[in-house]
């Protein structure tokens, strides 16, 4: 028995990948899977496939989830025509043992019907991995039936499309997490491309979830910043509420850094953070803390890798009564939490002045400040430890540079410098300073 995934959807459309019996494969955009997918949505490492003579088994490693035919698993034995979706990324796996010849009217928009967005085919620089085949497979399988998580969005009327949500043409997933969705899409009336995020609909009509949505829409919208992404419309389509973004071409700071085989060059790295601190600075003069600045959430935008903040999910308004979180709840990511957001307290802008610092740091030593078996171990570490100083793992750091960070990460607010637009104009002068 032979098997083989096809891509059907996704920026690899058109790939496909040998599945020989006896081995396992891991499928991610990792630089160190075997089946390695060019999709900024699909987990590092998604999901691990085990072909054995018994059967070939799909194993989820994501927290962002694998589908069978639209089914969330945690494991499960594949059989011919299933439907396989990571991101945005839509695989078909086939028993060669039973489709034997190739037509390449297999990845048709007939068979895909609405299951599929069409997407771009594999651009220059995409390498395939050693494994792939040439061929498409040859019989259309049956119809897939609509994706019922997508039942929100009115039936596509072009065959590029998913749906439709108000004037908006959903094109394609990019991502998603554990309460929303985020689409390409193309504005119909402007014509221009939009990212629209919608709650998914099993959360819809939570109203704490509901006003967690409207206070970042708010929030984003109020900014004024090139460096904070645009809000173009906030609107409801059958009852789930929905977002309308500017479009950005690029890629976040963590990809980056996945892909990086050593530190980026000095000068880039001010710049990041410079312009990481203006966006903060610009949230800062509204009453907004960000309260999750990490890499994951810094897009570099094409073509020159500009700073785009991004994700205001977990943003405390200047207005207490706009509060959701209490005293004692830990809100962040841990490797970039600030210490008294580890200890559950009342924040200030001046936590997004150490996350902003512990990326820093990330960045010119290539290590984390605080490292430990689990995010229990990470939080307990940046409480109570001082992290080794920069110039001790990077010694070509500026000291002015370690002596920034160090302020930034200080264990007491009072500490820190007083806001990021001071940050700002110092990274100006010290940039300035840097050889070209």
């Given amino acids: 028995m032979t098997a083989k995934l096809i891509v059907v959807g996704g920026p690899d459309k058109g790939r496909a990948f040998n599945l020989r019996i006896g081995e ?63 991101g945005g990324t839509h695989l078909r796996f086939l028993l060669t043992s039973v489709e034997n010849t190739w037509d390449e009217n297999f990845i048709s928009d007939e068979t895909l019907e609405a299951t599929v967005p069409v997407q771009q085919p594999l651009r220059p620089g995409m390498l395939p991995s050693s494994n792939v ?48 969705m985020v689409f390409k899409a193309e504005d119909s009336l402007l014509q221009r491309l939009a990212a ?59 990809k980056r850094l996945d892909e990086a085989k050593e530190l980026l060059p000095l000068r880039e790295i001010v710049r990041v953070i410079r312009e990481t601190a203006a966006a903060l600075a610009a949230a800062h003069d509204r009453g907004l803390v960000h309260r999750d600045i990490k890499p994951d959430n810094l897009w570099l935008e094409k073509p020159h890798g500009r700073v785009k903040l991004l994700d205001f999910g977990l943003v405390r308004p200047p207005k207490p009564a706009d509060w959701f979180t209490k005293p004692g709840w830990v809100i962040g990511t841990p490797d970039y939490m600030s210490p008294e957001q ?33 995010a229990l171990s990470v939080l307990g570490a940046l409480v109570k430890d001082e992290p080794v100083p920069v110039r001790t793992y990077n010694p070509d750091i500026p000291v002015p540079i370690a002596d920034l960070i160090a302020r930034l990460m200080a264990k007491s607010p ?3 410098p007083p806001s990021a637009r001071v940050v700002q104009e110092q990274l100006w002068l010290l940039e300035k300073k840097l050889p070209n």
Avoid: W
């Avoid at 160190?32 to 987990?43: E, F, G, I, W, Y």
């Avoid at 003579?53 to 025509?81: A, C, M, Y």
């Avoid at 910043?225 to 645009?230: L, M």
């Fill in 342 to 374: 580890a200890r559950g307290e009342m924040v200030d802008f001046r936590c997004d002045l150490y996350s902003l610092g512990a990326i820093f740091y990330r960045l010119c030593t290539g290590r984390m400040p605080f490292t430990g078996p689990d």
């Fill in 24 to 86: 396992s494969f891991a499928v991610g955009r990792g630089l160190n899977t075997q089946t390695r997918l060019n999709d900024p949505t699909v987990s590092r490492l998604h999901c691990e496939i085990v072909a054995a003579e018994s059967g070939i088994v799909i194993h989820n490693r994501s927290s962002n989830g694998t589908f069978i035919n639209n089914v969330p698993v945690t494991q499960h034995k594949l059989s011919h025509g299933d439907l396989i979706r990571m």
């Fill in 414 to 416: 009072d500490k820190r």
């Fill in 196 to 254: 629209i995020k919608v709650i998914k609909p099993e959360h819809a009509n939570d109203q704490e979830s509901r006003q967690r949505f409207l206070r970042e829409a708010r929030a984003m919208a109020s900014i004024k910043s090139d460096h904070v992404v645009t809000v173009y419309q906030l609107g409801l389509e059958n009852e789930v509420p929905f977002l309308a973004m500017e479009f950005l071409e690029g890629e976040t700071l963590q």
């Fill in 133 to 180: 085949v040439s061929q498409p497979p040859t019989k259309p399988l049956p119809q897939m039936p609509r994706q019922p998580e997508y039942a929100f969005l009115k039936p596509p009327l072009e065959p590029d499309e998913l749906g439709r949500i108000a004037h908006y043409r959903i094109l394609q997933l990019l991502g998603e997490g554990g309460m929303g």
